[in-house]
């Protein structure tokens, strides 16, 4: 087994079946007494969750010689982890005084309940604000992305490119499915480089953050509580 495949297999052993309340509240009663700081567990797992189910697709197409199904699922893979490294990030504002708590849990909101149809109350973060941050933090993935969506899209190379070649000395155009030709070689890399990152920012970041914040927030407890109606503070 290669190793996307066999990380796959770790994962899915890994994967959290429930987060319960009680515990969260018998590890810290303070921190957890805010909605944000459970909302941050929640979003972890789900991405968890999704980037698991998006990869096990997007490498059982690749297997099966599905080569654009498996690029368009690779990029939302690099959506879903991206959503990880903001959270991670805007963590870290908190701690860094640089974003208030109350803004703060209003993001983790609309992260966790965004929706751009309507059926939440709240409008999503356009996933391509998401991505120039994180491009900060690991420059070359907005621009990765960016490559996936050209495949993604009924645009030159997900029309012209990805079906036809030209035969300039006959001056024929001949069609056929290019995706594995094009791509194939190098999709189990991006693939690697997605589940690496997010196993980095799952394992390695995030327990720290959440630790750091948990302790923030009952140093800071008194003065969140006098400002959480404040307007001024959810800015």
């Known amino acids: 087994m290669n190793t996307v495949g066999q990380n796959l297999a770790n994962w899915r052993g890994a994967l959290l079946s429930r987060i319960p309340v009680d515990g969260l509240l018998s590890r810290n009663p303070v921190a957890y007494k805010w909605k944000a700081a459970f909302r941050v567990w929640m979003l972890r797992e ?22 654009l199904g498996a690029r368009i699922l690779l990029r939302s893979g690099f959506e879903s982890l991206a959503t990880l490294i903001y959270l991670n990030q ?3 504002q908190v701690l860094d005084g640089k974003l208030s708590f ?30 120039q941050k ?56 991006s693939m690697e480089l997605c589940m690496s990152t997010f196993h980095h920012e799952y394992n390695d970041v995030w327990p720290t953050l959440m630790e750091k914040l ?18 001024l503070t959810a800015a």
């Open 46 to 67: 789900a991405v968890f969750w999704r980037l698991h189910d998006l990869m096990t697709q997007s490498y059982a197409l690749h297997q099966h010689r599905q080569g």
């Open 90 to 92: 805007i963590m870290q």
């Open 102 to 131: 109350h803004a703060f849990g209003k993001k983790t909101s609309v992260l966790l309940l965004g929706s751009r149809d309507g059926s939440t109350e709240h409008q999503s973060i356009n996933i391509m604000t998401i991505l």
């Open 134 to 189: 994180c491009d900060k933090r690991y420059p070359g993935i907005e621009k990765l992305y960016a490559i996936l969506s050209e495949s993604a899209h009924p645009n030159y190379e997900g029309m012209v490119a990805g079906y036809s070649k030209i035969d300039h000395d006959d001056y024929e155009t001949h069609f056929s499915n290019r995706w594995m030709e094009l791509y194939g070689d190098r999709h189990l890399g």
């Open 214 to 231: 948990e302790s923030w927030i009952e140093a800071n407890d008194a003065e969140l509580e006098s400002t959480k109606n404040d307007p």
